[in-house]
């Protein structure tokens, strides 16, 4: 493996001569692969190289190049394997900003599998070829905070519509006791006191009854999605 910031002309002898040393050294198969940065073959290509010389196997070379900078960073940051998404840090942003195109990168790189070596490393490859100018940064820092806004949004939908399904299955259950509207309102107190008595410990009494004195359905799912992030019963309106 080769890795040049730039192609060169020169580098397929020097290639050809590296892959004739290690077959003389190792005696084994051998497979050189050329990474250019900038320049060079858009892409992954076969290579060869072929020479006037009587013996076959030394008279021609063949070899993989893949040319970085005429890629679409677009393509690779869809790929599954987390080494394109740091590669895509030199491939053609298309219609991204130069923000947008380092976020989508360690975004990408941030929810991989891999251990935190690794993730540090592709991390750092991303820092290195995708510098920001100040202007660039602190775009970069809007763009990341809006991401994260639009995250927690949507984790408390989720978490609300789970609580809201929850209390339909169990109005259900005690629908045929207390009709199907009653028993969803139950359903969802209950779930809701759940909530709250984990995140906050034993909850005093008068809270449970401000809860049990809710009758809107859309109230105890707006509820449901603050407990996530409140950082008391007060900050829900509970005294």
């Known amino acids: 493996?080769?890795?040049?910031?730039?192609?060169?002309?020169?580098?397929?002898?020097?290639?050809?001569?590296?892959?004739?040393?290690?077959?003389?050294?190792?005696?084994?198969?051998?497979?050189?692969?050329?990474?250019?940065?900038?320049?060079?073959?858009?892409?992954?290509?076969?290579m060869r190289i072929e020479k006037e010389i009587p013996d076959p196997e030394l008279s021609s070379f063949q070899y993989i190049v893949f040319g970085l900078s005429g890629c679409a960073a677009a393509d690779y940051l869809g790929k599954p394997e987390p080494l394109a998404w740091a590669l895509a840090a030199v491939m053609r942003s298309g219609p991204m900003s130069r923000a947008e195109h380092k976020l989508a990168c360690l975004r990408r790189i941030a929810v991989a599998r891999l251990d935190r070596d690794r993730k540090l490393l592709l991390k750092n490859f991303v820092e290195e070829y995708l510098a920001l100018t100040p202007e660039q940064a602190e775009e970069y820092k809007l763009l990341s905070a809006r991401k994260q806004k639009r995250e927690v949004r949507d984790m408390w939908m989720t978490w609300s519509e789970k609580i809201e399904e929850k209390g339909r299955k169990e109005g259900i259950r005690l629908g045929q006791e207390k009709g199907h509207a009653q028993g969803k309102l139950e359903g969802m107190r209950k779930l809701l006191l759940h909530q709250l008595a984990q995140?906050?410990?034993?909850l005093p009494e008068a809270v449970r009854r401000q809860v049990e004195a809710i009758t809107s359905t859309r109230r105890l799912t707006s509820l449901a999605g603050k407990v996530l992030t409140a950082r008391s019963l007060g900050d829900l309106g509970f005294c």
């Open 1 to 46: 493996m080769e890795i040049e910031a730039r192609a060169r002309r020169t580098m397929p002898q020097r290639l050809r001569t590296y892959a004739h040393r290690i077959q003389a050294l190792y005696d084994g198969q051998l497979l050189t692969v050329l990474l250019n940065l900038h320049g060079g073959p858009h892409g992954i290509q076969k």
């Open 199 to 202: 995140r906050f410990g034993p």
